[in-house]
């Protein structure tokens, strides 16, 4: 089919919905030499048509009738950038139905309804594209499924959410309040629209369920993974974690054992000297390890108007090229395997901790009993000065453990009179 104008449709015209209309714009001289067609956004569905004319050239592109979209036969790609549940899955649904392909950076959606969107658009004949949905403009979704299909994949996993990485930076670099720093990763467009979902790590988990699924070839959901964000960090953990060497990062983990899949998401100290922890503000970074390629790692701005675009533009411009060759990717659903996902308690990691205890002899030995009798061996101890009221600050870093056995050993631990409270507990990152 040798169509020389290929129309689309803008769902959304927020901060992503914006990007996408700019980059089109910047691109507009190179799209026949590069496609061999144009793409012309014919329609852009918003809400409020009044505060959406000031960013068109022509307010007539702009509708609050979705119908004028679905049911037009000339546009032949939905772009939906409205986010969350409903009404995304219902527009998209639709447009499958009707021949439509479909672009989207709706990491919500996919970590849950991601098989039905991926066996519609199967029956159908048509792409389903979300290059955008996980880590931003970074590529990791088609390479993941095209570049590095050789693989059995070990691992997945990094730092794929840029509004808290944003803040843990603000925090340990200038010193920022947690507070402040949200507010600026919003000014630039980085949060989601409901913010909860970075910094509780709901957001990260999405990308994180995706991700798995996409590199071990089988679904792994959103319920799938474990998920802490990064709410309770405080300026003195940054502090202790820096003694020790470490920064504090939020980290999707992913990894494919033979006894199934984990998955999780949680602030973990990561050594300075790692490359993960010199990725700041917006970056974001995914590693994957897999058996033929080995290491290969993917770095660049996880969030934010252009960066974003730019990563949905390239799903656009691939179905233009398919549309051009009158054929679809053919590489929608790529889960073939159904392994299981195991359970955060049997999963093994190294724990720092931060207690206050009472401050008499005794007490660091008790605390050594406690954790041998949970087989929890004690790797590194720090015990600070007194403090007021007869109790002293102690770090605590395990050897590698099993997360049922730790858990068990810090409820026996806090219910002791000489722990007079725990006030962190983080995993650390690697051997
Ligand atoms: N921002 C980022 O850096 C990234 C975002 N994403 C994803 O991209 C998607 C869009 O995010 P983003 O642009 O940041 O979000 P925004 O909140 O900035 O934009 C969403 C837009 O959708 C509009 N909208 C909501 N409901 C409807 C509806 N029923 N009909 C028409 N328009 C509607 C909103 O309108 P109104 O203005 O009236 O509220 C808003 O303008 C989300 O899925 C997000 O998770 C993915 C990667 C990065
Ligand atoms: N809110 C998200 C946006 C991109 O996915 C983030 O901060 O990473």
Known sequence: MDKKIIRAALLGFGTVGTGVYKVL????ED??????SQIEIKKILVRNLEKAAAKVEDPAVLTNNWDE???????????????????ARSY????LNAGKHVVTANKDLIAVYGKELLDAAEVHHVDFLFEAAVAGGIPIIRPLKECLAGNHMAEVMGIVNGTTNFILTKMTQDGMEFKDALALATELGYAEADPTADIEGLDAGRKVAILASVAFNSRVVFDD??????????AKDIKYAKEMGCDIKLLGVAKNTEEGIEAYVCPMLIP????LASVNDSYN???VNGDAVENAMFYGRGAGELPTASAVVGDLFDIARNIKANCCARIGCTCYKELPVKKMADTYSRYFMRLIVEDRCGVLAEMTAVFAKYGVSVAQIIQRAARAEESAEVVVITAKVREGDFRTAMEDLSGRSSVRKVSSMLRVYGE
């Not at 799209?31 to 061999?36: A, D, R, T, V, Y």
């Not at 993974?225 to 405080?234: A, D, N, R, S």
Request: aromatic share 4%; no cysteine.
């Open 25 to 28: 714009q910047k691109q507009k």
């Open 31 to 36: 799209m026949i030499p590069k496609l061999g």
């Open 69 to 87: 979209i679905v049911n037009d036969p000339e546009i032949d790609i939905v772009i939906e950038l409205i986010g969350g549940i409903e009404p």
């Open 92 to 95: 998209i649904l639709a447009a």
């Open 225 to 234: 993974v474990y998920i802490e964000g990064i709410t309770k960090i405080t």
């Open 272 to 275: 300075s000297s790692h490359p």
């Open 285 to 287: 970074a995914v590693f």
